[in-house]
RNA sequence: AGGCUCGUGGCGGAAUUGGCAGACGCAGCGGACUUAAAAUCCGCAGAGUUCACCCUCAUCCGGGUUCAAGUCCCGGCGAGCCUACCA
């Protein structure tokens, strides 16, 4: 009996069978693709919508149910703007080099290539199991040769151009080098002599090209980390730790391939206006920039030079006592030099702060360090001769490595000055008169004081007016100038791996890099056997093992011939492209991924980027500096170039919250595993001790037992099931916990939909022989609500108008025949066509059975009728002396001296008011009405 | 230490941006159907006062602005994220 009533019911086997058979349909069909403007299909007329996802790095887990929760987002805008008649770009693929792969490979012993494919064939199908509309046809991953070849292309082209400081913009380094040689201009060497452009040796001018070039070859103090046998960019080591694995980061000089990201810094900060991205990221970028205004002084050390500083402060220059050089300083050298070994200890200091790791330097108390150098510099404003010290507190790659102390306004230089005893003198006093005690620095803006030479004075002026007039007197006496300093970095762009996009460059044997020419690309990553790091205290990258690929020709490499003759012997570059070059660009290649001549066709381009680029993008906020502030760097060295056309990548950035977990808290604040629990009234236990613990919010992780995948939920629910709980969880930016128990609710709501169509005893279709009047009217509230929901993404309210909907819709068990009630044939098409996004399959598969023609993919979106958003008349709450007292009903059309009249004839008003005569009526139409007695 | 974001029922969360706080879902309770259970359908449901009506209290705490505050302002407490000696 049971068997028989559900037989026809909406249950997991039937969505598994409902869903497999719509997405075979759809393979099959190609329905998702989305063809290109000269492709046969390509419909012109339409606008483009281009709806992208963070590039997925698919790992040997699989997806949890946290990566399906920004695709399903995008897949319902994606599907909402098809139904609009947009032409929808919504592409996927894999970010497949790097390190979690090679490191997972080194592991298991099995070869990095194998593993990557079979997580990228294990994402793909979970992906295509949940019912993604993205175009397959455009799938690609980094580690294919017919992508990283290009991305060869686009470091070349870097390789290939230098920042024009008088343009603003990159330029081709051939223009600088034909300037250097038709005017012969004199060059600086690195030992600080100058000579004639034609006097220099080959070494000699590449060197200083290197010097202008986006991408060159620096020597740096880089981030090495032992443990993973690879340096990290300083956006990958954190707290002195590597953002992988945190493991222990040691500082080392090494000759590295860079990026000059530095010369883009304004623009990478100006441009954030440009986008409509949240104000965190924006904000978390321009801190990473971290631009700061102020003056470059010079001060005068006898024997040595100047001594140049960056301040934000000039106008505290005469409270200037001391100075400190970071350890690193060529000062420091210079001094140990002089003085023999005399004042090792001034060495010594300098190799022990020197060598400490970050790591040490943190776990240390804040104490400061240092040491005098037993020399003094010259205050340019007071003539007094200040000592110089060195300390750890400041540091050789900020400004110019070295400061000028300025103790009663600094609490750093005020800890310094009160540690080593210094002078400590008040240059600026507070705005509001009070008086200074000096058992504080006071950092802030206020009146100059104590600040008056014969050249110059500052007293009495406010902090920006005495700023502005040191930097005017320091460059009329030319001791400095205005300056802007940024924080940003170089960045660091070599890494010595083996799973990684090798460099398409070579040295001969005086150690001069040579660019392999673009038509010799891709330069092929050899495959190695053994491709484990090498551990050894120098980094030595595992390239290095693949011997006869690395010693070659200069022809065999591909070198222009008229650079170096193809006899010659050159060795490979062996380090290779650090994981985020790929996803570098990866966004332009969606447009045209087959394209065998060009990184992307011109068209294709213009087309699908438009002026703004892509429109939406949605991703983790983990990627708020280092991912989306590369990409804005490439994609602005491309502009530069000609290569694109948008001075921004992306339009609309949005990040999607985490998906946590339960797991369970001790008394003592240690975690417990999910299956170490059992539920008692309410309440949970320690199964094994029986202590009461507290439900905490905690990340999914294996050892809490507490990780969902999307397989397990689709296996009891469903794909449709899953997507519209992951959206009905709450807002898309919060982090929230899944929380198994709910999913039942988004089912259920399924299932009534299910039973709106079909009769779940015969599974003949059911309709209502004509339409509800007020049905009518919410299924165009609900239409519409969700169309401006999806616009400002809050997915989980869009689906409470659904489920309102649906509950108003369903028929009551009493109901003797089910053609009295539910939706009649023609608002179920309405409504399936705005279920859709959420819940493809079934929508596909009720379209279907009610007898509609062709892929309610493809139905556009229902038209709403003004005119049934509003009632007749309206309920407004009354007010009278703060409290809710009474209702009327108005005409929904009647203003407001109208409501007033209706109001204070209403019995319930009368009787609230008790004779008392109404002071003040406020009536806010279509809201409320507020009566003052 | 600083910057940003945020504190609403037993739980996840709504609230057209200053206008009836708690939509919708989970869990809970009651009813119908059933021999019974499940499923389904119909209700109830912030807290308090002896139920329904009524009334009082209520959006972390304390002040303020306003006819009106979850929403705006000031102060405090708490949580999360980011930065962390950046001169």
């Known amino acids: 009996m049971a068997e028989i009533e559900t037989l026809h019911r909406y249950d997991a086997k039937r969505a598994d069978e409902i869903e497999c058979r719509w997405q075979q349909q759809w393979m099959r069909d190609g329905a998702f693709r989305a ?27 699989g997806l949890h149910v946290g990566h399906p929760e920004g695709y399903t987002a995008t897949d319902i805008v994606a599907r909402y703007k098809v139904s609009c008649g947009f032409n929808v770009l919504h592409p996927m693929g894999w970010d497949a080099f790097g390190l979690p792969a090679e490191q997972y490979a080194v592991q298991t012993g099995v070869h990095p290539a194998v593993t990557t494919q079979s997580a990228i064939d294990n994402f793909r199908r979970q992906l295509q199991r ?33 920042y024009d400081v008088a343009t603003d913009r990159a330029q081709p380094i051939a223009q600088l080098q034909s300037q250097l040689a038709s005017e012969d201009r004199l060059i600086a060497l690195a030992d600080g002599r100058q000579i004639q452009w034609s006097a220099c040796t080959p070494q000699q001018q590449q060197a200083h090209l290197d010097g202008f070039r986006l991408a060159y070859l620096g020597h740096q103090t880089v981030n090495w980390c032992p443990a993973l046998g690879t340096v990290l960019a300083n956006e990958e080591v954190i707290d002195g730790r590597s953002e992988r694995g945190g493991h222990p980061v040691l500082r080392m000089p090494l000759r590295q391939w860079m990026f000059r990201i530095t010369a883009y810094a304004q623009r990478l900060l100006d441009d954030l206006a440009l986008v409509e991205w949240p104000e965190s990221t924006r904000a978390m970028q321009t801190q990473w920039i971290g631009r700061s205004e102020g003056a470059e002084v010079r001060f005068a050390v006898e024997g040595f030079g100047d001594l140049t500083v960056f301040t934000t402060r000039p106008d505290t220059l005469f409270g200037a006592t001391y100075m400190v050089v970071a350890p690193e300083h060529p000062l420091v050298e210079w001094v140990s030099a002089m003085r023999g070994g005399a004042h090792t200890k001034i060495t010594e200091y300098a190799n022990w702060s020197r060598n400490r790791s970050d790591v040490d330097r943190q776990a240390e108390s804040r104490e400061k360090t240092g040491i005098a150098l037993g020399v003094s510099a010259l205050n340019p404003a007071t003539g007094e001769r200040i000592p110089i010290w060195t300390a750890d507190y400041v540091l050789m790659a900020y400004g110019t490595g070295a400061i000028m102390a300025v103790p009663a306004h600094d609490e750093r230089d005020f800890e310094f000055a009160k540690r080593f005893d210094l002078p400590i003198r008040q240059v600026v006093a507070a705005v509001d008169g009070g008086v200074w005690t000096g058992a504080c620095a006071t950092p802030l803006p206020g009146i100059a004081c104590n600040s008056r030479s014969a050249q110059v004075s500052l007293d009495g002026l406010a902090t920006p007016a005495a700023t502005a007039k040191m930097i005017a007197w320091l460059v009329e006496a030319g001791l400095g100038s205005k300056r802007v300093n940024f924080r940003l970095r170089d960045w660091l762009f070599s890494r010595q791996r083996y799973w990684g996009e090798p460099f398409p460059i070579v040295f001969d044997e005086r150690g001069m890099h040579f660019p392999v020419a673009e038509s010799a690309l891709p330069v092929r990553l050899p495959t190695l056997v053994d491709y484990a790091p090498i551990e050894s205290a120098q980094p030595m990258p595992p390239l290095a093992k693949a011997t006869d690929w690395v010693a070659t020709t200069a022809g065999e490499a591909g070198v222009d011939p008229t650079l170096l003759d193809p006899a010659t012997p050159v060795r490979r570059e062996v380090n290779t492209m650090p ?38 993008y949605i991703g983790g906020s983990e990627h708020a500096v280092l991912h989306l502030l590369y990409a804005r760097f490439w994609h602005k ?129 059911i309709v209502a022989r004509e339409g509800n009047r007020e049905i009518e009217r919410q299924l165009h509230r609900t239409i519409h609500k969700v169309a401006i929901d999806i616009e400002r993404l809050a997915f989980n ?16 068990t009493e109901m003797k025949d089910p053609s009295d009630g539910g939706l009649s044939r023609d608002q179920l098409r309405r409504f399936l066509s705005v279920l859709a996004p959420f819940a493809p399959h079934l929508a596909e598969e009720l379209w279907m059975r009610i007898g509609e023609a062709g892929s309610v993919t493809l139905a556009p979106w229902p038209r709403v009728d003004q005119t049934q958003l509003v009632d007749d008349t309206l309920e407004l709450p009354v007010q009278i002396a703060g409290k809710v007292r009474a209702r009327v009903i108005v005409p929904s059309g009647a203003d407001a001296s109208a409501i007033e009249l209706i109001v204070l004839r209403d019995a319930k008003v009368q009787e609230a008011l008790a004779g008392r005569a109404p002071k003040k009526v406020i009536v806010v139409p279509k809201r409320m009405v507020n009566v003052l007695v």
Not at 134 to 156: G, H, N, P
Not at 591 to 615: E, H, I, L
Not at 669 to 692: K, M, N, P, Y
Request: overall charge negative.
């Open 35 to 61: 063809p290109n403007p000269g492709d046969a299909g390509f419909d012109p007329s339409k606008p483009k919508y281009y709806i992208l996802d963070m590039f997925p790095y698919p790992s040997g887990a």
């Open 130 to 162: 949940l019912g993604f509309r993205y175009d397959w046809s455009r799938e690609f991953a980094t580690i294919d040769s017919d992508y990283y070849r290009w991305t060869q292309w686009i470091w070349l082209r870097a390789y290939h151009a230098y």
């Open 579 to 616: 994981g985020w070059a790929g996803s570098c660009w990866y966004y332009l290649r969606y447009c045209d991924p087959k394209n065998n001549a060009q990184f992307v066709g011109k068209s294709a381009q213009q087309y699908w980027m438009g002026d703004r680029g892509v429109d939406l």
């Open 637 to 765: 060295m491309l502009f530069d170039l000609g290569e694109v056309f948008t001075p921004e990548p992306f339009a609309k950035l949005f990040h999607q919250g985490m998906i946590t977990s339960f797991a369970f808290e001790r008394v003592d604040g240690s975690l417990l595993a999910t299956d170490a629990v059992r539920q008692e009234s309410g309440q949970w236990f320690e199964i094994a001790t029986g202590h009461a613990v507290n439900r905490v919010i905690a990340k999914m992780s294996k050892s809490l037992k507490n990780v969902v995948t999307p397989d397990d939920v689709v296996a009891e629910y469903g794909a449709d099931t899953l997507r519209l709980y992951e959206m009905y969880m709450g807002p898309l930016a919060d982090s929230k916990p899944w929380n198994t128990r709910d999913i039942a609710g988004v089912f259920r709501f399924l299932q009534r939909v299910w039973r709106l169509a079909i009769d779940e005893r015969t599974g003949s279709v």
């Open 797 to 812: 309210t869009a689906i409470a108008s659904l489920i309102e909907l649906v509950n108003a819709a369903t028929r009551p």
